[in-house]
């Protein structure tokens, strides 16, 4: 059995297939279909709920890529629990907002939008409550980030911004999600049954699905039922089930494991760094980034949704061996290790050696991810992150590129690494482009003295390092030239950096040399 909590109210739910989805439950076996499904993807936020773990605050997730045993020990809240009937009015503060600004039009993906604004709104309640003073330009990009992995069919994004907008200026009342309530353990006044160290959900009811809750136990697990996937966030591995409809025989649940949820100042080889569990979200990873490497921080804001980022897992980008993950990429240029564990061995590797060919990786049947080490950032080093995708937010990228170096004594950028995903069937380093730009002055590199001489040196330099991927998001051609195109960008903001006090090169210079290729 799985308990929780649904709208505030103790449920038991007997266990379902391993994969069945938490979206799947609400509308087959709980009566509640306010939750839509739009994309099974993660793409749409139709299906977005409300989510509280314990010790945790309270987050949007979508439903349609949770398997429905994760709810265990939780507090989920649907479109169906934002308003209490038994109070007048009967709508919530986001509810009446909604309405108030017609920003309902169709209303198929108005439950996902209003589960959104419910949490954004709890959350800056909270921030508010605590002392924090957030002006309208904070509270723009709040909102950005919170509707980002909300699409609307009906295209009424005027009208539910301004409902958003109102609803934080707190024209419509306080927040109606908290984040304290009665937890599932105090409702049942017992544990969930799951919480044993290797047993499976549901006391062997399926024994497919399992929670260990020690490294000890994981790994066990993962030497006894090698076909069994391992999984956290499951923004990736669900999609196996709702798109290719995929039944696992067996899952590993690795979420419940300590060690793996952690981030420890730490050493290795002889670097000064942080270990970052496998299971460390997005979403706690980003004030690390924030504030050591902020333009990989600006990445994550791009890294999918809110939704996604609040599920999706470091060790998971990794493990899913994708030509397409965002993170690798950005950990490689940044000199990156990563940590392979089994019951009977260790081994640590460079993170650029970890990926041998398209979705083939060095870990072994019996090996789980345990973390991955960052070394801080060294003096004078610094970083440009470019994520090129068709749309800003929640969009795979076509391509990603990560430039990594340090100044000298004069200012001159050295010591280069440069990686690219999207590209190719792996994420790597780009040796030759390194080799470039260590040996040419970066003026003649910029957009304004570029020729087409040092533009052919450029082009050949990524021909020689990728031999790039055709698909629907973009030629090999196209990542071609935009890999080259991406150098003047990087050339020119070293040099606007290297001399603060002469005028930017006007984006028209760039866009003009971008046009003209």
């Given at each position: 059995?799985?308990?929780?909590?649904?709208?505030?109210?103790?449920?038991?739910?007997?266990?379902?297939?391993?994969?069945?989805?938490?979206?799947?439950?609400?509308?087959?076996?709980?009566?509640?279909?306010?939750?839509?499904?739009g994309c099974a993807s993660g793409d749409c936020g139709a299906c977005t709920i409300a989510l509280q773990g314990p010790g945790h605050n309270v987050s949007t997730a979508n439903a349609c890529l949770m398997p429905a045993h994760q709810l265990a020990g939780c507090d989920l809240i649907t479109v169906e629990g934002?308003?209490?009937?038994?109070?007048?009015?009967?709508?919530?503060?986001?509810?009446?907002?909604?309405?108030s600004t017609h920003a309902s039009q169709c209303g198929f993906c108005t439950p996902g939008i209003a589960m959104s604004l419910a949490v954004l709104h709890a959350r800056h309640q909270r921030q508010i409550d605590q002392g924090e003073v957030i002006d309208a330009r904070q509270r723009d990009t709040m909102i950005d980030h919170a509707l980002g992995g909300n699409l609307c069919r009906c295209t009424g994004y005027r009208p539910i911004r301004e409902a958003a907008h109102r609803l934080l200026q707190g024209e419509f009342g306080p927040a109606s999600l908290q984040d304290a309530g009665v937890?599932?353990?105090?409702?049942?006044?017992?544990?969930?049954?799951?919480?044993?160290?290797?047993?499976?959900?549901?006391?062997?009811?399926?024994?497919?699905?399992?929670?260990?809750?020690?490294?000890?136990?994981?790994?066990?697990l993962r030497a006894e039922r090698p076909d069994a996937a391992l999984i956290a966030g499951g923004t990736d591995l669900m999609l196996e089930h709702t798109q290719r409809l995929r039944d696992f025989p067996a899952l590993i649940d690795t979420t419940q494991v300590a060690a793996l949820g952690k981030i420890?100042?730490?050493?290795?080889?002889?670097?000064?760094?942080?270990?970052?569990?496998?299971?460390?979200?997005?979403?706690?990873?980003?004030?690390?980034?924030r504030e050591h490497?902020?333009?990989?921080?600006?990445?994550?804001?791009?890294?999918?949704?809110?939704?996604?980022?609040?599920?999706?897992?470091?060790?998971?980008?990794?493990?899913n061996a994708s030509p397409i993950g965002d993170m690798p990429p950005l950990l490689i240029a940044l000199d990156a290790y990563i940590q392979l564990m089994s019951q009977d061995n260790e081994r640590i590797l460079k993170l650029e050696d970890y990926f041998l060919d398209y979705k083939r990786t060095q870990l072994m049947p019996d090996e789980i991810i345990l973390s991955v080490f960052l070394p801080r950032p060294l003096p004078n080093q610094r970083l440009a992150v470019h994520?090129?995708?068709?749309?800003?937010?929640?969009?795979?990228?076509?391509?990603?590129?990560v430039f990594a170096w340090r100044r000298d004594a004069s200012g001159r950028a050295q010591h280069w690494r440069v990686a690219f995903g999207d590209m190719a069937g792996?994420?790597?380093?780009?040796?030759?482009?390194?080799?470039?730009?260590?040996?040419?002055?970066?003026?003649?590199?910029?957009?304004?003295?570029?020729?087409?001489?040092t533009r052919q040196q450029i082009e050949q330099a990524v021909q020689a390092d990728f031999s790039p991927l055709s698909d629907v998001r973009g030629s090999r051609e196209y990542r071609l030239l935009a890999a080259s195109h991406l150098?003047?960008?990087?050339?020119?903001?070293?040099?606007?950096?290297?001399?603060?006090?002469?005028?930017?090169?006007p984006l028209e210079s760039l866009d003009a040399y971008l046009a003209q290729s």
């Open positions: 059995m799985i308990d929780f909590t649904l709208n505030g109210r103790a449920c038991r739910l007997p266990s379902p297939a391993p994969g069945t989805s938490v979206l799947e439950v609400l509308r087959t076996s709980l009566g509640q279909d306010g939750t839509k499904e934002l308003a209490d009937a038994s109070q007048a009015p009967t709508l919530s503060a986001v509810q009446q907002a909604l309405v937890t599932t353990a105090e409702a049942h006044d017992t544990a969930p049954d799951d919480e044993q160290d290797t047993a499976p959900d549901d006391e062997q009811d399926t024994g497919r699905f399992y929670r260990p809750v020690t490294l000890q136990a994981l790994l066990a420890e100042e730490g050493e290795h080889a002889g670097q000064a760094g942080w270990w970052i569990g496998a299971a460390v979200s997005y979403h706690q990873l980003m004030p690390l980034l490497y902020p333009d990989g921080a600006e990445l994550l804001t791009r890294l999918g949704s809110e939704q996604i980022r609040h599920r999706g897992t470091l060790g998971g980008n990794i493990g994520k090129l995708s068709k749309r800003r937010d929640d969009d795979i990228s076509t391509l990603l590129g792996v994420p790597a380093r780009a040796p030759h482009l390194e080799a470039l730009l260590t040996l040419q002055a970066l003026e003649s590199l910029t957009p304004a003295r570029l020729t087409a001489q150098i003047p960008r990087v050339a020119q903001r070293i040099l606007n950096e290297r001399q603060p006090t002469t005028s930017l090169t």
